[in-house]
């Protein structure tokens, strides 16, 4: 990779004035980041790491029933922390990658680079969680943007993420054997008010809201409530691990997994 | 170049770095601490697995300088202090865990990891735990074998196949 400049601030503040200089690109765990410079797909002019600022650390429960994760909290401590505050999260962030990927990757990187693989997606938008950052607040719903795309302005940090603690949910990931990313993850939540379906890995344009799955599961959350539904194909990504068409069936397929998981 | 230092198998350390030092070619190139190995670097592998603060990661897909200061513990550091081998590797040259042997080093680090966390794992939670190491030779049958068997583990009843 080419070389960069390196820092490592301790505050938000200090983070925020470092990703001013010109090309800045902040570092989570690195996990993608890395290889992609490796490529030299990415050449930033300086990096500045995320990791060693207290304040984005760390997983607690907020007093309105959210857990509030810190931006720079690697997948395994969310994986051990949100076990017994929302196992679903914790069982999504504990199938990210492999063991020492979960040591490194952080939430607010993978959030950041929205892969449209990428397990965490699904679970933000399928709880409606608040994307915090530097500066404001963002809704789930209006964060996601389109593949590798979201509403974060150049040098905005995710500084938490709050995700609202469900009366039910589960995470069913169709893993791509070689990548291990999802070929398709859905995340299925039940609250109060209804249910939530976001499905990540399958969409061109990214992690997506399944409103018909959505409406059927909020009359009557069980997998029979989905038998009459199909998801179309056409925006489906088609590669050599799997057709658009096959991709809409999984959608389904493991919609119907999660909400009998989470049942 | 910065000089960077931490402490790697107890002892602390300094190498000239630049910004762009991987901890794997920090501690190959510039502690000369050649038993971490470097296989894909494209952090698919596991080769280069190695403990950061105690917590496995992938060296060749963490900047040296993001761990300055932290204590690091590499395959050197895996052996006992008379200079036999440690639990797990024993247990790898006893159920041939390996044959080129190009993997063992994160195979190793990888095990102790799981079993500092998981001290008694099953077979499924050992083959779960090595997601993230490949190997070409083994199948991966006698490195599952030879995990269990450090975990003190009966694995009279696992069979080569």
Known sequence: MYNFEFTKPTTIADAV?????????????????????????????????LTAIPEMQGVCM?????????????????????ATMFPALAALANRIGDPAVRNRGTVGGSLANNDPSACYPAAAL???????????????????????TTALEDGEIITEVRFPVPEKANYQKFVQPASRFALVGVFVAKYAD????????????????WAEAEAALSADFSAGALAGLAVPGGDMISDLHGSGEYRAHLVKVMTGRAVTAAA | MTKVTMTVNGKSVSADSEARTLLSEFLREGLRLTGTHVGCDTSQCGACVVHVDGLAVKSCTVLAQDVAGAEVRTIEGMANADGSLGVIQ??????HGLQCGFCTPGMVMT????????????????????????????GYHNIVKAIMAASGQDVSAIAAE
């Open chain 1, 126 to 148: 399928g709880t409606g969680a608040t994307i915090k950052t530097n500066t404001r607040e963002i809704a789930a719903d209006d964060y996601f943007q389109g593949m590798f």
């Open chain 1, 62 to 82: 907020s007093d309105a029933n959210e857990v509030c994760v810190g931006g720079a909290t690697p997948h395994a401590s969310v994986a051990i922390h949100a």
């Open chain 2, 90 to 95: 024993q247990a790898f040259q006893d159920h």
């Open chain 1, 17 to 49: 004035a470092a990703l001013k200089a010109d090309e800045a690109q902040a570092l989570g765990g690195g996990q993608t980041l890395l290889p992609t410079m490796k490529q030299r797909l990415a050449a930033p002019s300086s990096l500045v790491s």
């Open chain 1, 194 to 209: 209804g249910a939530r379906v976001a499905v990540t890995g399958a969409s061109s344009d990214g992690v997506f809201r």
């Open chain 2, 111 to 138: 095990a102790a990891s799981l079993l500092k966390d998981n001290p008694k794992p099953t077979e499924h939670e050992v083959r779960e735990y090595l997601e993230g190491n490949i190997c070409r030779c083994t």
